[in-house]
């Protein structure tokens, strides 16, 4: 049956042509809606009192849960189920596991024989970890590591980078990771330029060990440790498939290893995200980070709607994407440690959910997975809020803020603090959007009924991120199971492949013929 | 006359009820379309064989821009008339006067008076740099300047930041800059940890001299330059309008000004960036860029459409935001330097153009500036590319990519270079998106249809760089034209602030009393 003949679709049809008012008089003090429309789990807490809906919508939201057995589905995955599939044809028929890479901290994981493999690999990385840290491991010039280069590209880099990005004030004194991703030489040049090789480890990340940008790149910074006579069989790591052309002794000082279980874009808590965190952080650290993962992942097998926090996170985009037609979504982390969590969440949400076909083989009926963007708050304030408020296109937004700063550098100006100023604009934003403001000055009408959520934690520590990247991942196995589509393929990545190899043999022989890029296109459109 | 009236807007909405059908068997190498479809301008080129598009919407295009006088009414803007304003009501009634800026090279500039004022600033600024470089000028403890933090939010930040990124590869050697943006005061505790304040000039800037933001964080950096021992009044410069608070020399070295005919987002190649630009790249290569966006002010002058690349690329965003009804635009550069000039876009775009109100004071009857969002690719081929290939939804894109790589360190892996591989890919992607590909399979088929235009130029330095600059700063106003908007205020980031300004009252007191979240918010909707 597709979702839009089931019971709960109509319902929730009905209910989207009368959509709660936010900008009525009175909406948002009524009743103690903001006090009551408040979800906590694994520690951090959503404020949805400012999405258009109301105890009706609550309640359809959650037999929509409920008939499409959407907790039941996510608890089958944690199980070992092999949903990544597509029914009647080929496809990659395996399971979805990332979240065993943390179920390390009971006796009776949801699913053994994979968090049997993440312990194994745990225990490697911690003993590795140590070698550096006393000193057994050195560089080929005999000193010790400072610096990582983390070198791959899609899930193997925006996944791992943003979290670093929002954990670099709890690194390890002295020492630093930097990142090379892109296909674009300047890219690894810059990071070249300014980094003092004899004491750098490089991570090479890729599960098949044949990512042409990673092999490219990896090519690139072999060769400069030779320039500089080091040598590098004892500077890098490896990241990838057991059995893949880079699990490789002669070339690395050691292997983690990565499985197919685990799709890119859900892979920051595995391996291809601990060897770095685990450099940068420490293993403690590192822990904690998994942990708060783990405490959210089992937040989200709980059946009831408003104390799961990433099932409903899920059904209030639903109901924004699906129900009220609004084709984005906005995420406006209030953290500059955050600059680049926003990037992964476009990757993993979009490349989930961005989808035509059902599990079942059908074009899907519905729009699924919405277009994802933002930036840091209060930057963003400055820049694109203008359309927010003001524009003719309506997005809905989920913040994201914090209590405390994490370095506990603060200044005090008109009796606030900087890290106040930062959550009182966010919750002012929030307001502002749902209530709006009448105006004589048609310039100044803010018409209000624009959608947010807040999502809030105490601190961005290495605990409160893993539960942060755990809510989103939940989050997109939800709306992908709601719109009954596969969110652990990506066909749609193919065609590109298959055409830019036939741009490149066409500039080879280019190098010889000189094709203008007009002529390239037809040569390429020939074939 | 609404501009829904217009017989070019009906002529459109017509052509748009077939548009052209880029998936259908030889669209694309048809009548050499792709060698027809190219526009150049200040050296840069514009191919949009991709887009859907035939000689008949060119024509209706060409016709649209006559009907409305998009390019007498950019030129009465360069020119000096005063459409910053909306008739009838209060508003800011300017000048919009971001050409003058640049239009140093002629002995007729467009608009005399703020040419001169520009001029006058930009010799200003090159006194000052010859003193940093002959040593006249020097730190409290007599160390020549090495590094620059910038201090800024929104218009002074991002597109400023942005063009460094970009233009980073031609830095004086020695010279690097830092950037201080948001109230976060975790932001600038990780720039101070990391810079030698001796030898570190700060670059202020304000137009008012009162954004809370940025004299938050100056007084942060004065107070760190106060714990070392040293002299804030010999690292400090101003940039901001004349007569603001900040323009006081017995706190600033030098304070260069910023004019009220030029709004933020539109202040890059004001003193707003030339200040640090011209302290990272110099004076020569500050020039070049300069010119370089002034070439393309030049070129938007002319009134052929298909020779005018501005006015081109924006009626091409018009026909697929308001005829084919695409609610976003994606800008994809194949250029790490790049990675922020999408985040600056996004403001300049988003806050000109996200307005619901003519310019006549009434409500418009179209949608306005669409959501703009991007990433550098190849990056962005391993996340979201998924949606853009196979989603259901549809989403413009202009990919931007150079022929040679800025540093110049490559590496030939099977024959073709790391910067043919970036181009192979770019191409790739936009035949990929247009043509689509049939299959047995319903997991693999591509539906094609999704248009693209492509930028191109030969290598991303100064010039071509401000080229890039100015071509998006007036396709911006052209669609402002277009939809008879203001595109040069922002009421709409009004509300936020007296709301935020609510919250931090309860704040202050809850110091004393303790209020929860839940709390603040019902006291400040009391209000």
């Known amino acids: 049956m597709d979702v839009i003949q089931s019971s709960s679709w109509s319902q929730l049809e009905a209910l989207a042509k009368k959509p709660f008012d936010l900008a009525s008089a009175g909406a948002l003090a009524d009743d103690g809606r903001i006090g009551k429309m408040v979800c906590t789990s694994a ?46 044809w080929e496809s990659e028929n395996r399971q979805v596991l990332h979240t065993s890479s943390r179920d390390l901290f009971s006796s009776h994981p949801a699913e053994p024989v994979s968090a049997k493999q993440a312990r194994i690999e745990y225990q490697k990385l911690q003993a590795f970890l140590d070698d550096l840290g006393n000193g057994t491991i050195l560089g080929s010039t005999e000193k010790p590591f400072t ?40 890219d690894a040049a810059e990071v070249l330029a300014s980094t003092d090789l004899s004491e750098t480890l490089v991570n090479v990340v890729s599960k098949s060990g044949t990512t042409l940008e990673t092999l490219t790149n990896e090519a690139l910074v072999r060769q400069a440790f030779k320039d500089q006579g080091l040598d590098p069989t004892k500077h890098f790591v490896a990241v990838t498939g057991a059995g893949s052309p880079m699990d490789n002794p002669d070339h690395y000082l050691r292997s983690f290893y990565m499985f197919d279980y685990i799709g890119g874009r859900y ?32 937040a989200a097998a709980n059946p009831v709607l408003d104390e799961n926090m990433p099932l409903l996170l899920a059904l209030l985009g639903v109901w924004n994407h699906n129900f009220l037609g609004y084709p984005t979504l906005a995420i406006l982390p209030y953290s500059q440690a955050l600059h680049r969590f926003p990037a992964h969440l476009q990757q993993c949400d979009m490349e989930s959910n961005g989808k035509s076909v059902t599990t079942a083989g059908t074009q899907v009926q ?7 963007w933002g930036e840091p708050g209060t930057n ?35 009796e606030t603090t900087s890290q106040q100023k930062l959550v009182a604009n966010l919750l002012a ?16 009408i803010f018409r209000g009924n624009r959608p947010s959520s807040l999502i809030l934690g105490n601190k961005l520590d290495p605990q409160t991120m893993g539960a942060l990247l755990a809510l989103y991942e939940a989050k997109i196995v939800f709306q992908g199971f709601s719109w009954q589509i596969n969110s652990f393929d990506q066909e749609g990545v193919q065609l ?3 055409l830019a190899s036939r741009f490149l043999d066409s500039m080879s022989s280019r190098q010889k013929s000189g094709l203008s890029i007009e002529k390239q296109f037809l040569k390429v459109l020939e074939k």
Request: a negative charge.
């Open 380 to 414: 963003g304030q400055h820049a694109f809020y203008q359309l927010l408020h003001q524009g003719t296109e309506i997005v809905p937004i989920e913040f994201i803020g914090f209590l405390c700063s994490q370095y506990g550098l603060d200044i005090t100006i008109d």
């Open 267 to 298: 892979s920051s808590s595995s391996m291809v995200g601990c060897v770095m965190l685990g450099f940068a952080l420490g293993f403690e650290q590192l822990g904690e980070f998994l942990r708060g993962a783990h405490e959210m992942d089992k």
């Open 496 to 498: 590109g492949k298959v």
């Open 366 to 372: 519905t729009k699924t997975g919405p277009i994802i």
């Open 147 to 186: 610096t990582m280069i983390n070198v791959g590209i899609g899930g193997s880099d925006l996944g791992p980078r943003s979290i670093y990005e929002a954990l670099k004030a709890y690194r390890i004194d002295g020492r630093t990771v930097r990142f090379i991703s892109n296909v674009d030489p300047d």
């Open 429 to 444: 934003q929030s307001v502002a959007l749902a209530s709006g403001q009448a105006h004589e000055n048609p310039n100044k």
């Open 43 to 88: 520690g951090l807490r959503l404020l949805y009192a400012t999405q258009r809906i109301e105890a009706q919508t609550l309640s359809a939201l959650q037999d929509f849960a409920s008939e499409h057995h959407l907790v039941e589905r996510y608890q089958e995955m944690r199980q070992g189920a092999v949903i990544n599939r597509i029914d009647g």
